[in-house]
C-alpha cells in the first residue's frame, strides 16, 4: 500500500533525508526497512515532481538504483552456492549510511537549537582582540567589495606610464602566468598591497590580465581581499593554510582557461619594485 | 593555571552557553587581603567595563595579565560574582565563556529587541550548513568526499558558503589519492554557537553503527530479547 506522497522534492536535503523522512512516517525501524514499500514510495516521490531538476536529480536517481537493486537481492532465494553462514542483509549498507545519516542530522537539529550569536544573543561590537589565537587569525576588516576592488583598479591604471609610441607587440600574458605572480607575491609575506601587485611598469592589458587573475583567486576562495575601513586601501590575504596550498587549489579548481590575448609591448626587463 | 579553571568553569557553561551558579567553585579565602568582598565587588566592576570594551570573548589568562595583580583566583571569582548579578539582577547581560575567553553577551530572552533595534535579519543557518558544519565539528578534520558520503549529496556550495561565513578553514590536505583538502571549523563557529571549546559539543547519538544494529536484531529475534534498536528510529524530529 503505498500512499500517495506529495511532498516537494527541495524540501528534502538529499535521498537520505528524503528515506528518513518515508521511513519515519511509516513508523518502520531503520534497522528493518520494508524495502518493496520505501521503494514504491521512493519512486513515487520522484514521479511526482513535475520536472527533475538534473542537477540535483542524479543523486536521488542513483538511490533509486541502490533501493531497487536490494529489493531485486531481497526477492532471490539465497544463494546455495554461497555456503549460507553469514549471509549480509542486502540492506546492512544502506542502513549503516542512514543511521550516520541521522546522527548528525540531529546534531545539526542540536546546534540549531543552540542559542546563536547574532541571531539569539547578541555581543558588544568592540574593536579587535590584539591578542587573538595567532592560529585562527581573524583580522576583524571587511571583505573589499567588487566595486573597492574597481575603484583600486582605476587608481592604479590611472597610475600608468602613458605607452610608448612605438609599441611592439609581445605574446600575451594569461591569466594563468598572473595567478602565479600573484602568489609568487605570497612568498614574501602571508599580506600583500592590492597596489604592489600591479608593477606601475606594466601595460594596460598587463594589468587587466591580473585584475582578471585577482578576481580569479578570490572566486577560488584562495585570496581574500579586505580592507579596514570603506575606501581605505585594499589587501591581500591567503584564504589558504600556506602558500603551496593556495597554488596547489589555483591549479586544482581549473583557472577556467580564460585565456588572454593581452597585448603588450615588449619590456620584459621590468624592476621587479616592490616598496 | 588557565585550563584548570577554564575547564572547572565550563563544567557550568552547558548546552546554551550559559554561565551557571558555579556552585562547586573553590571560594577564595578571606585572608588574601584582595579577595574580600568589596575587593572582589571592585574588581568585578573593572572586569565588566573590560569586557564591554572587548566585545570579542576574552581568555582568563588575558584578563589577569591585563589586571596585573589580582590573582587567578581573584579574577575568577569576580566574574562568578559579576555573572551571579547578572542573573539575581534579571540585567540584559550575560557573562557566557566561550571560544576559549569571557564575554558580556545580551540576555537570550531580550533577543526580539536587539534584532528590532539592529534591524537586518539574522544571518540565515539553513540545514545543509547545519548538517555540514556538524559533520565537519565532529569529525575534523575532514574533506569533501566524506561529508559527501555521509550525507549523500554534493557538498561544493554548501563548502563555499561555510568559508565565507568563516565557520570553516581549510587547514591542509589529506595524504590520500587525490590529496583533498582538508576542512576544520573555525573560533567563529564556537562563538556563533556559544560553545566553550570543541569538547563542549555534545556527544553525537548513541546509536552504533548499522552493522551491529543489524546483528543485534538478529540476536534479539532469535533471543528475544531487548529492544535494543529501538531508539534509533524515532527520536528524529519530534513531530507525529
Known amino acids: ?275 | 593555571m588557565t585550563a584548570d579553571l577554564a575547564i572547572n568553569l565550563e563544567e557550568h557553561v552547558n548546552g546554551n552557553g550559559r554561565l551557571g551558579p558555579l556552585a562547586d567553585e573553590p571560594t577564595p579565602e578571606p585572608e588574601t587581603p584582595g579577595s574580600e568582598p568589596e575587593a572582589i565587588g571592585r574588581l568585578a566592576a573593572i572586569v565588566e567595563s573590560m569586557l564591554l570594551a572587548s566585545g570579542a570573548p576574552v581568555p582568563l589568562a588575558r584578563l589577569v595579565e591585563a589586571l596585573d595583580g589580582p590573582e587567578r583566583r581573584e579574577v575568577t571569582a569576580a566574574l562568578r560574582s559579576l555573572s551571579e548579578s547578572y542573573q539575581r539582577e534579571g540585567r540584559g547581560l550575560r557573562l557566557v565563556y566561550v571560544a576559549g575567553g569571557y564575554q558580556l553577551r545580551s540576555a537570550p530572552e531580550h533577543g526580539h529587541w536587539v534584532r528590532r533595534l539592529l534591524g537586518g535579519r539574522p544571518p540565515r543557518l539553513s540545514r545543509p550548513m547545519l548538517e555540514t558544519v556538524a559533520i565537519i565539528a565532529y569529525r575534523q578534520p575532514c574533506t569533501r568526499p566524506e561529508i559527501e558520503a555521509i550525507r549523500g549529496v554534493e557538498a561544493d556550495a554548501v563548502l563555499s558558503t561555510l568559508l565565507d561565513r568563516r565557520l570553516i578553514r581549510i587547514v591542509g590536505r589529506k595524504d590520500a589519492p587525490g590529496r583533498p583538502l582538508l576542512y576544520a571549523t573555525t573560533k567563529d563557529f564556537l562563538e556563533v554557537f556559544g560553545l566553550p571549546d570543541l569538547q563542549a559539543l555534545p556527544p553525537l547519538a548513541e546509536v552504533g553503527d548499522g552493522a551491529d544494529l543489524l546483528a543485534a536484531r538478529a540476536d534479539e529475534a532469535s533471543a528475544g530479547g531487548e529492544d535494543g534498536a529501538a531508539p534509533a528510529a524515532d527520536d528524529d524530529e519530534g513531530t507525529g
Open chain 1, 1 to 275: 500500500m503505498s500512499v500517495p506522497c506529495r511532498v516537494k522534492l527541495e524540501v528534502f536535503e538529499g535521498p537520505l533525508d528524503l528515506l528518513l523522512h518515508l521511513i519515519k512516517k511509516n513508523e518502520v525501524q531503520i534497522t528493518d526497512i520494508p524495502i518493496a514499500t520505501i521503494t514504491d514510495q521512493y519512486l513515487a516521490v520522484l514521479e511526482d515532481l513535475p520536472e527533475l531538476n538534473l542537477d540535483g536529480a542524479g543523486e536521488y536517481l542513483v538511490m533509486a538504483a541502490t533501493l531497487m537493486y536490494i529489493k531485486s537481492r531481497m526477492l532471490l532465494p539465497p544463494d546455495p552456492d554461497e555456503e549460507g553462514e553469514a549471509e549480509e542483509d542486502p540492506r546492512a549498507e544502506l542502513v549503516q549510511q542512514l543511521l550516520e545519516y541521522q546522527r548528525y542530522r540531529e546534531a545539526a537539529a542540536d546546534l540549531a537549537s543552540r542559542r546563536l550569536l547574532e541571531r539569539d544573543v547578541f555581543a558588544a561590537r568592540g574593536e579587535p582582540d590584539p591578542g587573538e589565537d595567532p592560529a585562527d587569525p581573524r583580522p576583524r576588516v571587511r571583505d573589499a567589495s567588487l566595486a573597492d576592488l574597481l575603484d583600486a583598479l582605476r587608481d592604479v591604471l590611472s597610475r600608468l606610464k602613458p605607452p610608448p609610441s612605438h609599441a611592439i607587440l609581445a605574446p600575451g600574458l594569461s591569466v594563468e602566468q598572473c595567478v602565479e605572480r600573484i602568489l609568487a607575491q605570497f612568498a614574501l609575506g602571508s599580506a600583500v598591497e592590492f597596489a604592489d601587485v600591479f608593477s606601475p611598469e606594466s601595460t594596460r592589458g598587463e594589468v587587466v590580465a591580473t585584475f582578471l587573475a585577482l578576481l580569479e583567486l578570490i572566486r577560488l576562495k584562495v585570496v581574500r581581499a579586505v580592507q579596514q575601513e570603506r575606501f581605505g586601501p585594499i589587501q591581500l590575504h591567503l584564504a589558504v593554510a600556506d602558500l603551496a596550498e593556495a597554488q596547489a587549489r589555483a591549479q586544482e579548481m581549473g583557472q577556467v582557461g580564460m585565456v588572454s590575448a593581452v597585448e603588450e609591448e615588449s619590456d620584459d626587463g621590468r624592476p621587479g619594485d616592490q616598496s
